[in-house]
């Protein structure tokens, strides 16, 4: 872990926009609650849709759904590593 300035764009919650010192464009924070809620979203969507989409527009959406899924992974890894308790549950 290190210690950074950032620029704060709008502090808004749950649509913080900020800008990372190493990055050219500001980003969106998202919360790791709601990336998780974010993902739950993403498995129903593509849940839904296997049976009513073309072959291509479902991968797309899986596509998506496993981008959420990647970020939410790597999220529960860093908070592991620094022994902090994830701000969701998670079915056994």
């Known amino acids: 872990m ?25 980003g969106v924070l998202i919360q790791g609650d709601t990336l998780h809620s974010l993902c739950l979203a993403a498995d129903a969507a593509c849940q839904n849709a296997k049976t009513h989409f073309s072959q291509d527009a479902y991968g797309d959406l899986n596509d998506l ?9 790597h999220y529960k890894s860093v908070l592991g590593e620094h022994k902090i308790p994830l701000p969701f549950s998670e079915p056994l």
């Open 2 to 26: 290190h210690t950074a300035t950032v620029e704060i764009y709008s502090d808004t919650s749950n649509a913080a926009v900020l800008r990372h010192p190493d990055r050219r464009f500001p």
């Open 65 to 73: 759904r496993n981008h959420l899924r990647t970020l939410l992974v």
